[in-house]
């Protein structure tokens, strides 16, 4: 049982660094609100909580510091600036280590642990360090705060406490025991168990929560260590405390801490009777939560708060059993092209009926698998998250100052895709700060700020997902870039590239710039890496960049992996399927629609423009070259923006195919991304278009000869 609680713990501290990290960098963009800061405090404050509860007592400590730094920020007693932002962002960047090592073993890096231990403890009063911190329960971390002042520490109190765990709260694996275990620790506890609301055994419904308990703690702590204690289930509980000296009690330590610590305009807001409590000061008795002080003062608040800021109801599933559904919603589609193919055979009269409730398990399978595609559908917010980690590394390691900016965190991706996308964005990343941002000196000297910026941006467009990384340093040094690829032998010296040819020169093996290896770059492996990457996620990838202004990569992906909108084609008697995406147009040809080019290119003209034949069965080798009388031409445009036209035979229909990867099966097949199963059962070949337009003689001679009619033009 300890195992699955323990489980959930580290679940919900993926959640809890996601809105750490939104925070601190909403705190680095500037935005110093108190409620930011109440944000990450409180993030902080329930990791180091959990984290006592089974015994993580690095990760504990750890925690308590930065939480100690952050009551500080909170209390006003410290100000933000540059090295502060710094230290917190390589503080959380450390937090995130440690809670990965309590979870999947290992050791972390002690001198570096100890160097932030000891630049944290300067931010710390001295008062702080003779704090003894003793981890409780769930949620009930008693670190950091004030000293005690006398007027409320000396005096015991009874409180009055009534818990009623809601079904959600066992849902989240968490345990009553825990909580009163920790309560008991703050005085004399006595638990009383209230059955009242339990039905009879016909009428139970196991799945929700009958019991409630009503707890008497007597205790010289205040309010907000009871309060610290429930923090760790806000929202899946339904709570209420009170004592037998409330009002006056709240009077004389508010009036205690304006005394002592001189909170001037910050506790104005806590002294206004009308006002939730949200005093950015914390109570002397403990460390506060500034939602819990809230709630308790105003039940109006409460159930705002609660409409707000409650959980969302959840399920948390095994991603295995997500795959093995999407398998199944897989094979239901191949079952549904194979059953309308049998119909389709039949020799009857009339089946319109037949086909009519067809159509209707063909749109009642497309909706089964959007939904179950939902499912895996998750937003980039996370990932992209922990690209700022990696660019602050970056910045480090190179004495440069980067910042990232990031856009369009909410839109949502297959969770495969994300997975294996973290190697190529963090690849891009480091790139861009090593060779792409220039140093502070030479960014001044240029007129820019003397801190280089990386945008990331995630966006829909046309069914996939695109996804830009675009920096604003020097650009691809392209006479440089030309000159290395042929000093490594990589193109021909007497070479006439496109500027777009040099920049993709950055993607071919045993590239690299860099002078001198170091832990970034250098060793000819990294640009390489990212577009065998992409390209395995069925996606492609584009460089453009402008000398002096900076460079955009460009990433274009499918949105999942599993299903796809295909054109079913004939090429050389085989059936294929061409991805939707990619097609601009369909037409058919005619002769005066054809154009030689040299000895064997041909060219169609389309309203008055030419592009390039690219015969689809010549590039599989499945005939030769423009043996083919004028057919099918489907013209598809690559993400540099070129037109080709793919000659076919024919078209057969545009249906939804499932994705069958080849990997492991046939390897690598020039022009062909993957398979799929068709209704009569025969396995069809998806085409990469890319690839066939990239490895086209034709497509390759008609660019020429467009280049030199540019260059005589100019």
């Known amino acids: 049982m300890s195992g699955s609680i323990q489980d959930t713990f580290f679940e919900e501290c993926e959640d809890l660094l996601e809105a750490m990290d939104e925070g601190l960098t909403a705190i680095e963009g500037g935005e110093h609100d108190q409620e930011v800061v109440n944000a990450v405090f409180r993030a902080v404050h329930s990791i180091k909580g959990g984290a006592g509860a089974f015994g993580l007592d690095e990760l504990v400590g750890f925690a308590h510091k930065f939480e100690t730094v952050f009551d500080e920020l909170r209390s006003g007693k410290l100000q933000f600036d540059s090295a502060l ?3 917190l962002l390589r503080s959380s960047d450390h937090l995130a280590d440690l809670v990965a090592t309590a979870r999947d073993g290992g050791s972390t890096d002690e001198a570096h642990h100890n160097v932030l231990i000891e630049a944290l403890q300067k931010y710390i009063p001295e008062e702080e360090e003779d704090l003894t911190f003793e981890p409780m329960g769930l949620g009930g971390g008693m ?13 015991e109190r009874t409180y009055e406490i009534r818990f009623h765990p809601l079904k959600e709260m066992y849902g989240t694996g968490n345990e009553p025991f825990f909580l009163f275990q920790a309560l008991s620790e703050l005085g004399e506890l006595e638990v009383k168990l209230n059955d009242a609301e339990l039905p009879g055994f016909d009428a139970i419904d196991v799945a929700e929560s009958y019991i409630s308990w009503d707890l008497t703690l007597k205790s010289t702590e205040g309010r907000s260590s009871i309060e610290a204690i429930f923090e760790f289930v806000e929202g899946l509980c339904e709570l209420s405390i ?31 009777p009308s006002a939730p409590f949200e005093a950015p000061v914390p109570a002397p008795e403990a460390e506060p939560s500034a939602v819990v002080e809230e709630k308790a003062s105003s039940p109006k608040a409460e159930t705002a708060k609660s409409e707000q800021r409650g959980p969302k109801p959840t399920l948390r599933v095994d991603l295995e059993r997500v795959d093995r559904l999407i398998n199944a919603v897989g094979e239901l589609i191949i079952n549904h092209s194979m059953l309308a193919q049998q119909i389709a055979n039949l020799d009857a009269g009339d089946v319109r009926d037949v086909e009519t409730e067809l159509e209707g398990f063909k749109n009642l399978a497309r909706d089964i698998q959007e939904g179950v595609m939902s499912i895996r559908a998750q937003p980039v917010k996370p990932l992209f998250q922990r690209m700022a ?9 190179t004495g440069k100052t980067a910042k990232l900016v990031t856009e369009g965190e909410a839109t949502e991706v297959d969770k495969t895709v994300i997975e294996r996308l973290s190697d190529p964005l963090t690849h891009i990343l480091r790139n861009a700060v090593d060779h792409g941002i220039e140093k502070p000196e030479d960014r001044e000297a240029a007129g820019k700020e003397t801190a280089g910026e990386i945008r990331l941006t995630a966006s829909h467009r046309s069914g996939s997902v695109c996804i830009e ?12 870039v030309k000159q290395i690829a042929i000093e490594k032998g990589l193109i021909p010296e007497n070479a006439e590239l496109t500027d777009a040819e040099i920049d993709n020169l950055l993607f071919m093996p045993g590239f690299s710039t860099a002078k001198e290896v170091s832990n970034l770059s250098g060793r000819g492996v990294g640009m390489d890496v990212v577009k065998n990457a992409v390209t395995g996620l069925g996606g492609r990838i584009n460089i453009s960049s402008t000398p002096g202004q900076g460079s955009t990569f460009t990433i274009i992906l499918p949105l999942t992996l599993a299903v796809m909108d295909g054109m079913v084609v004939s090429v050389a008697d085989q059936t294929m399927v061409v991805p939707i995406t990619s097609i601009v147009e369909t037409m058919r040809g005619s002769d005066d629609m054809i154009n030689s ?19 689809v069965a010549g590039a599989l080798g499945l005939r030769h ?6 057919g099918v031409y489907l013209l598809v445009e690559t993400e540099t923006g070129q037109r080709s036209a793919l000659a ?10 499932v994705i069958k990867s080849l990997d492991g099966v046939c390897g690598n097949i020039p022009g062909v991304a993957a398979a799929t199963i068709l209704g009569d059962g025969k396995i069809a070949m998806i085409l990469d278009p890319e690839s066939i337009i990239a490895a086209s003689p034709t497509a390759a001679a008609f660019d020429t000869e467009r280049r030199m009619s540019n260059a005589i033009a100019s």
């Open 389 to 397: 980690r990696i660019v602050r590394e970056a910045s480090s390691a």
């Open 597 to 615: 080019l040299g000895a064997d290119g041909t060219l169609l003209s389309i309203r008055g423009n030419f592009v390039p034949i690219c015969d």
């Open 143 to 155: 670190g950091g705060g004030f000293a005690p002042a006398p007027i409320i520490e000396d005096k």
């Open 85 to 87: 932002i710094q230290l």
């Open 469 to 480: 990384i675009k920096d604003d340093g020097a650009g691809v040094n392209r006479p440089r």
């Open 625 to 630: 070259c423009n043996d083919q009388p004028p």
């Open 648 to 657: 076919v035979d024919d078209i057969f229909d545009q249906r939804q195919v």
């Open 242 to 272: 009170s004592s037998d000296s409330d009002a006056a009690d709240e009077v004389n330590a508010l009036a205690a801490l304006d005394a002592a610590f001189g909170t001037g305009d910050d506790a104005g807001p806590a002294l206004e």
